[in-house]
């Protein structure tokens, strides 16, 4: 005779994972910031603005990291700016970058289960 899962067992596996399916216009809409962030470059870029000291990284800091040149690396920021993921502001003749938190925290939102399924895991 086959040994049946616990009923438990079956529950946790086919909880939903998400407390309701997006609607269309915030599909879209994710879809750009997740398009922005899909190349590896630019998903280190965000990483290193947003793990930077006060959450803000001059442009001189992030070029030495990458074997890229500068208008890569400018046009690179420029997606992730147009994309809302990031914010630039000159002081002289640098330009400092900062993460959008509350545009992270939407991201991640997506990417995390209901709060239910976080309690009972």
Request: proline share 7%; hydrophobic share 45%.
């Amino acid at each position: 005779m086959p040994k049946q899962l616990p009923i438990v067992a079956m529950d946790a596996c086919c909880s939903p994972l998400a407390r309701e399916p997006l609607s269309e216009g915030q599909a879209v809409e994710l879809s750009k910031l997740f398009k922005a962030m899909a190349d590896p470059v630019r998903l280190r870029l965000l990483s290193m603005i947003a793990s930077h000291a006060g959450s803000e990284a001059c442009v001189c800091d992030l070029a030495d990291a990458f074997d890229l040149t500068g208008p890569t690396i400018s046009h690179h920021l420029k997606v992730l700016r147009e994309a809302g993921l990031i914010t630039g502001e000159r002081r002289g003749t640098w330009v400092y970058y900062r993460v959008h938190p509350e545009v992270l925290a939407r991201l991640s939102a997506v990417l995390v289960p209901s709060e239910s399924d976080a309690v009972s895991a």
